[in-house]
């Protein structure tokens, strides 16, 4: 079975420090992995894919994330966080062959000015 | 470009009701998926509609139906309500391909539907 797992619940950082919201999945055959976040009462927003190629992504607000097969593996980074960035974050999977985004549990970020 | 949208933005019901929620995808997406998140989770997916008709479905019993119309719009329906379907409901949209494309889904900003 698909599954993607979020360790930490809740991620602190401060202003203006790197940021790495954890990620790892388990899924047969080469997945597609995607970050989204969550505002407060708002829906998801995408931040970034990983389909193929260079297993560095950039994504949008400064976001990028790693892609490590071998570790199944797609950590979400920042160089310098922001207080803005403070959200609940999530990462999933789309199986190949499968419609479906299957969700982590979500991390919390909370950057302190 | 008009992002995706959903109606009502939130609803109150009582056990043994039925709800419509409704969802306009995106200018140009093909593709509606619905989810449900439950408070403190990561969403769930319920199923897909591509070209009008049911295209994956998730681990949801049969009361929750959905349609999507021509012009790609979609809604969700659930019957006899129960406690735990208090949630949030969100749709996506997106455009597949023939062979189901990298498609990255789009989210409306959810109905959050509360069941008394």
């Known amino acids: 079975a698909q599954s993607v797992a979020q360790p930490e619940d809740q991620v602190n950082v401060a202003e203006g420090n790197p940021l790495t919201v954890k990620c790892t999945y388990s899924v047969s055959g080469n997945p597609y992995l995607f970050w989204y976040v969550q505002y407060p009462n708002r829906g998801l927003q995408f931040l970034l894919k990983?389909?193929?190629?260079?297993?560095l992504v950039k994504g949008s607000y400064g976001f990028e994330a790693e892609f490590n097969k071998s570790q199944t593996s797609f950590h979400l980074k920042k160089p310098s966080a922001l207080v803005s960035d403070s959200a609940l974050y999530f990462c999933?999977?789309?199986?190949?062959?499968?419609?479906?985004?299957?969700f982590g549990t979500g991390t919390r970020l909370l950057v302190s000015p | 470009e008009t992002g995706v949208t959903q109606s009502p933005t939130h609803l109150i019901k009582t056990r043994g009701q039925q709800v419509t929620l409704r969802c306009s995808s995106q200018?140009?997406?093909?593709?509606v998926s619905w989810y449900q998140q439950a408070l403190g989770q990561g969403p769930q997916f319920i199923f897909q509609y591509y070209r009008e008709e049911e295209n994956g479905r998730g681990n949801f019993p049969p009361r929750f139906s959905g349609l999507q119309f021509p012009n790609y719009s979609s809604e969700l329906n659930v019957n006899a309500l129960e406690l735990d379907d208090s949630a949030l409901y969100l749709c996506a949209s997106s455009l597949a391909g023939l062979a189901g494309g990298t498609d990255t889904q789009y989210f409306g900003p959810g109905t959050r539907l509360t069941v008394l």
């Open positions: 990983y389909i193929t190629g260079d297993n």
């Open positions: 999933a999977v789309r199986p190949l062959g499968f419609q479906k985004l299957v």
């Open positions: 200018s140009g997406h093909n593709t």
